[in-house]
């Protein structure tokens, strides 16, 4: 069975500054990977995905991830945040043509200070 | 995009109560998922409905939940006597049009007294 680890579980920083979450996953196989996001009493919404082809994925609203198959991690970045990124953020993974059920991480807290 | 929506948005019940948590797809589906989150845990798959029959469940779906569809439209998630541990958020979710991913509904939070 597959496991997700997401290192950070709060993170706090001020607008304008870069942000890396870490998602590392443990599964013998190929595997999906996603990224979603949950806005302060909203519902769970994908940032971005990766499949297959080219392991940087770039997603909605300046968000990219970077699929590392050596280090089976897949981390996600953003350059400059906003206030508006404040949200919870979940990485999750599905075996390559297995069951579409996805194993999420923790989830990571982030604030963003204006 | 498909679009879902969840009822009640937050259920508060006593102990040893009986729950419904309804789903209801924007358009017609066959394939649904329902997951819960405990308050700063990750999110856990219950279980995947597909064609008015469970295709999957987790070890967590004992036998206090079922799932139906009772009115070929809405989907069910019943929780028969509550325990102070099943206190969470609830998501349904659907299948969008790459079936590798899943489309989530605004979820209900349920808090056991």
């Known amino acids: 069975a597959q496991s997700v680890s997401q290192h950070n579980h709060h993170v706090i920083l001020s607008e304008a500054a870069s942000l890396e979450l870490g998602c590392n996953y443990s599964y013998g196989g190929t595997v999906n990977l996603f990224w979603y996001v949950q806005y302060p009493g909203q519902h769970l919404q994908l940032l971005l995905k990766?499949?297959?082809?080219?392991?940087l994925v770039k997603g909605i609203k300046g968000f990219e991830a970077e699929f590392i198959k050596s280090k089976f991690s897949f981390n996600l970045r953003k350059p400059s945040v906003q206030w508006s990124d404040t949200a919870e953020y979940f990485c999750?993974?599905?075996?390559?043509?297995?069951?579409?059920?996805?194993?999420f991480g923790r989830g990571t807290s982030l604030i963003v200070h204006p | 995009e498909p679009e879902v929506t969840q009822t009640p948005s937050h259920q508060v019940t006593q102990m040893g109560q009986e729950v419904i948590l309804r789903c209801v797809p924007i358009s017609n589906h066959l394939y649904f998922y329902w997951y819960r989150q405990i308050l700063g845990q990750k999110v856990e798959f219950l279980v995947s409905?597909?064609?008015?029959?469970?295709?999957?469940k987790s070890e967590i779906f004992d036998d206090q939940f079922s799932v139906e569809r009772p009115d070929g439209s809405n989907f069910t998630l019943k929780i028969r006597s509550t325990k102070l541990e099943d206190s969470a958020m609830y998501f349904c979710?659907?299948?969008?049009?790459?079936?590798?991913?899943?489309?989530f509904g605004p979820g209900t939070r349920l808090t056991v007294l």
């Open positions: 990766y499949f297959s082809g080219d392991p």
């Open positions: 979710a659907i299948p969008t049009d790459q079936y590798n991913e899943q489309f």
């Open positions: 409905f597909y064609n008015n029959e469970i295709s999957e």
């Open positions: 999750a993974v599905t075996p390559s043509g297995g069951s579409y059920i996805p194993t």
